[in-house]
């Protein structure tokens, strides 16, 4: 079976902390290339960790041969001096060339491990080499070499991986490979023997964490780093608050900008009206060149119209666009305000690092030995809160530089904003001369063209009539504002129909619950009932009926509730019909409305193509005047039916009704959500009174079990969760419990912890096993301990809900005393054959019990006395686990007490209940 990964990674950590030297530093000393040559990258060996057919060629052999003895070669010229051997010992080789040397030795210690050929070559050559230990030792060095490049120079690393040989990625599989086959560790990756190198003087480990100490980054220059960040972002926000005054000083300006613009815009476009219904005029008295100078001039009145709306529209689009800065610069300023925060938490970090640092470097310098362990925890703490630290103030400065990019961008788009006003406020100016130059003009033709149709008598005063009409633009105002506030109402239709949605969805779901909760409340008092009933022929124990009442109380409350639940339900039901039908009129309504407006607009088309024909009739006639008298009257009528429809007033209705129904709505939404609240509160106490009912039967079902087995009239009382949580003793018939001090007796379980003791059949308290023995005939054990058992576990658990009785824990631990210490020798029983028992191994550091489990082997012909408490505990296990499907109990090692008392030939039972079941009886 392959290890978990988490295995193998405990190893990597244990192999980067068992020895004081080999740890994570942020110094460049690791980075330095003087500990080895660079001609250990003239080895050419790139042949695969293992050959994809699985055959060791011939080749291949002499391949590795080769590389051997050119790596022999090369080693020899630095690492035979006294000082290079001191540092590989220490684990103190710096640089990738000596990475790359360790890498080698560990390739070639695997291959020596797989190809026989290559075996043979080097237990013929260099006997006595101790080759795959020092390879071992190789990987370990290179893999802590490697973590601490990683750390202070990853791009040297790169480098390496980039230059001919093997991969780094190799380098974890080859330790794995060859600790397993050394006997470090198991295939589980459990270590089987130290790792340990030489151990440093405590004088050493000393001046080792001095030097680490000293070599943090947590200094003035990463507190100047942080200053400098902290800087350029407060000047960028100055920057970006500049911008936003740029933005409230500069949208007035083209507001002020802008109106001119639209009373000019406005004036052409009257002239080029005005002008456009002259182009058909024919004047009864011909006017020589007239009716050139109204052609001419309406022409250059479009193309100045055409130029001033494009000069309009880019003036307001410039708002939009200042506008946008304006947002932009809200944004950045935001992200400015969210990274000078962080950098306030960074120098905090900074400060509390350096109280740290000159705590823990004066600690070094007053008596350090006596806490040396604790120091060597604090300085790898300091380190890791150290890279934390540059990582992100690394990260802090590359945010600082991308949004003050952002801050760059903005002043240059204010810049092209200032840029292009000044160019529109040019071509503005040069359309507002053009402009009074064309109203002269225009004044002159009018006035010349009046004159013409003084002498039209009936065609004159139609014209001037029709002349006195909103223009089409005006009209297609009008209905625009019609469309716009029907868009307003639709948005106030919109929030209208989702409440409604969202109470009809609360609702629905809810309203199906109360009918189904009260059956089955029905049918849980039904079942309390029956509760009651004798049993046998036997009535009940008072304390069981007692029970039973409150439970069928608790039942009976909760069905009022539910009955009252239906009954909103009903009403509410009734409220929700009322609202929809009022939505549906609102909706027709509405729809009416929008179809009505749609309509309006072709009529628009037709009105406006009435005009224009009738115009040019008055225009083209000479004679006739009393057939365009009609056509005048008709359009006159037509005109004003459109003109009534077109003020838009039943939507005003439409809007006040779509108000009171959003009222009643938002009234409506809290009564439904508060029945879907009650009716989740009703299902959950149902729950819980289904279970507390279950957990009653349970407890009767037992009692009538005891009452079979022991011919007692047995009552068991419950242990309650607060008797647990507060007292140091709980008795009970066939059971007690006494509190002991300790809160985590084994790691990782941290709770209240009680020692059990079980009373047999005749009461008496201990579970004695006879001299050498470590089991009891089955039967016996039914007999005396069974009902036991079953007793103990419906009373201890009763209170505890199903929820949370899984993270209750049962534990054993045998013991023996110490008679035949020296010469008692014994043989499993084929029954219970325990040749291998699994516990929580014993910790004299802690004097408590370590939470993994180890396992240990039995003589299956030849067990001693030191066997006798785990061979008790695991029979006591697995009795318990008969009789209990509850609790799985867990072992625990057993002891050995050093004298002689038929007392200790037992097994003791621990009780765990979790704190957080107990803490809030605490109090």
Not at 28 to 34: L, V
Not at 776 to 802: N, P, W
């Amino acid at each position: 079976m392959k290890p978990p990964k988490h295995v193998w990674f405990r190893i990597f950590t244990l192999l980067m902390l068992v020895n004081p030297g080999i740890v994570l530093s942020q110094s460049a000393s690791e980075c330095k290339n003087n500990d080895c040559s660079p001609e250990i990258y003239s080895i050419k060996i790139n042949e695969a960790s293992k050959p994809a057919d699985g055959i060791y060629s011939p080749q291949r052999t002499k391949n590795f041969i080769d590389a051997y003895k050119a790596f022999v070669q090369v080693s020899n010229t630095y690492s035979q001096s006294k000082s290079w051997k001191n540092k590989n010992e220490n684990f103190r080789l710096n640089g990738s060339n000596c990475l790359r040397h360790n890498q080698l030795t560990s390739y070639f210690a695997k291959e020596y491990l797989q190809n026989p050929g290559f075996k043979s070559f080097i237990d013929k050559d260099y006997p006595n080499s101790n080759f795959m230990e020092n390879g071992f030792q190789a990987s370990r060095r290179a893999l802590n070499l490697k973590k601490r490049m990683e750390f202070s120079c990853p791009e040297e690393l790169k480098e390496l991986e980039k230059k001919p040989g093997p991969s780094m990625a190799n380098l974890p599989k080859d330790f794995k490979a060859l600790g397993i086959e050394l006997g470090y560790f198991n295939q589980q990756g459990e270590i089987q023997k130290t790792l340990d190198p030489a151990k440093l003087t405590k004088k050493q480990e000393i001046a080792d964490l001095k030097q680490r100490l000293s070599q943090l980054p947590a200094n003035q220059q990463m507190a100047t780093k942080i200053q400098d960040i902290d800087s350029n972002l407060r000047k960028g926000k100055r920057r970006i608050e500049q911008i936003g005054k740029f933005v409230s000083a500069f949208l007035p300006i083209i507001t002020t900008f802008i109106a001119p613009q639209i009373q000019a815009l406005a004036q052409i476009k009257r002239i080029a009206d005005a002008l456009a219904n002259l182009l058909g005029w024919q004047p009864k008295i011909p006017k020589t060149g007239l009716l050139g100078k109204i052609s001419d001039l309406f022409q250059r009145a479009n193309r100045l119209k055409e130029k001033a709306e494009g000069i309009l529209d880019a003036s307001k689009g410039l708002t939009g666009k200042t506008e946008g800065l304006g947002k932009q610069a809200e944004d950045v300023q935001n992200k400015l305000d969210q990274r000078i925060q962080k950098v306030e938490e960074l120098k905090k970090q900074l400060e509390d690092l350096l109280a740290k640092k000159e705590d823990l470097d004066n600690k070094l310098n007053d008596k350090p030995k006596k806490i040396l362990d604790e120091l060597k925890q604090k300085v790898i703490d300091a380190e890791k809160s150290s890279k934390t630290l540059a990582d992100e103030v690394a990260k802090e400065s590359a945010l600082k530089d991308k949004v003050l990019a952002q801050v760059e961008l903005l002043e240059k788009f204010q810049e092209q904003l200032s840029r292009e006003k000044e160019r529109l406020q040019s071509e503005s100016d040069q359309i507002l001369g053009k402009k009074d130059k064309l109203a002269k003009e225009n004044e002159a033709l009018q006035d010349e063209v009046a004159q013409a149709k003084e002498e039209e008598d009936n065609l004159k005063s139609m014209n001037e009539v029709l002349a006195d009409f909103p223009p089409g633009e005006s009209l297609k105002e009008s209905l625009s504002i019609c469309e716009e506030d029907l868009k307003e109402i639709l948005q106030k239709l919109n929030p209208a129909a989702d409440t409604r949605t969202q109470i009809q969805d609360s609702y629905k779901k809810a309203s199906k619950k109360p009918a189904k909760i009260l059956e089955n409340l029905k049918k849980l008092i039904g079942k309390q009932e029956k509760l009651k009933l004798p049993e046998n022929g036997l009535a009940k124990a008072d304390r069981t009926i007692k029970a039973v009442d409150g439970l069928l109380k608790k039942a009976r409350s909760l069905t009022k509730i539910a009955e009252t639940l239906t009954g909103k339900k009903s009403r509410l039901q009734e409220e929700l019909e009322k609202v929809d039908a009022k939505f549906s009129l609102v909706q027709d309504a509405y729809n009416n409305r929008d179809q009505k407006l749609n309509e309006l607009k072709g009529e628009l088309v037709s009105v406006l193509a009435d005009k224009k024909g009738l115009e040019n009739q008055i225009k083209a006639a000479s004679d006739g005047a009393t057939d365009i008298e009609k056509a005048y009257q008709d359009f006159i009528k037509k005109y004003k039916i459109f003109e009534e429809e077109s003020k838009c007033i039943d939507q005003k209705e439409l809007r006040d009704k779509i108000e009171a129904m959003k009222d009643e709505l938002d009234e409506l939404k809290p009564e439904a959500d508060e029945f879907k609240t009650e009716v989740q509160e009703l299902e959950t106490e149902k729950e819980i009174l289904e279970e507390e009912t279950d957990k009653l039967e349970e407890l009767i079902s037992e009692e009538e079990s005891l009452k079979e087995k022991l011919g007692e009239d047995i009552e068991l009382n419950p242990v309650e969760v607060k008797e647990w949580a507060e007292n140091f003793e709980v008795r009970r018939e066939y059971w007690d419990a006494t509190f002991h001090p300790d809160d985590e007796v084994v790691k990782g379980y941290k709770g209240r912890w009680f020692k059990v003791n079980f009373k047999d059949a005749e009461k008496n308290v201990k579970l004695l096993f006879g001299p050498g023995k470590y089991f009891m005939d089955r039967a016996d054990f039914r007999d005396s301990y069974g009902s036991v058992i079953g007793a103990f576990v419906t009373e201890a658990l009763y209170s505890i809900r199903k929820a949370e009785e899984g993270s209750i824990k049962l534990f054993v631990q045998g013991s023996a005393d110490i008679t035949g210490q020296n010469t008692f020798k014994g043989k499993l029983d084929k029954k219970f054959f325990y040749k291998e028992v699994s516990i929580l191994p014993y910790n004299s550091e802690t004097d408590g019990f370590d939470g993994t489990s180890k396992t240990k082997a039995v003589s299956e012909k030849a067990f001693t006395n030191d066997d006798l408490p785990n061979l008790r505990g695991r029979y006591l296990k697995e009795m318990i686990s008969i009789y209990s499907k509850k609790l799985e109990p867990i072992l625990l090692e057993g002891t050995v007490k050093k004298k002689v008392d038929a007392g200790d030939r037992n097994a003791i039972v621990y009780l765990f209940i979790p704190e957080e079941i107990v803490d809030a009886y605490e109090d």
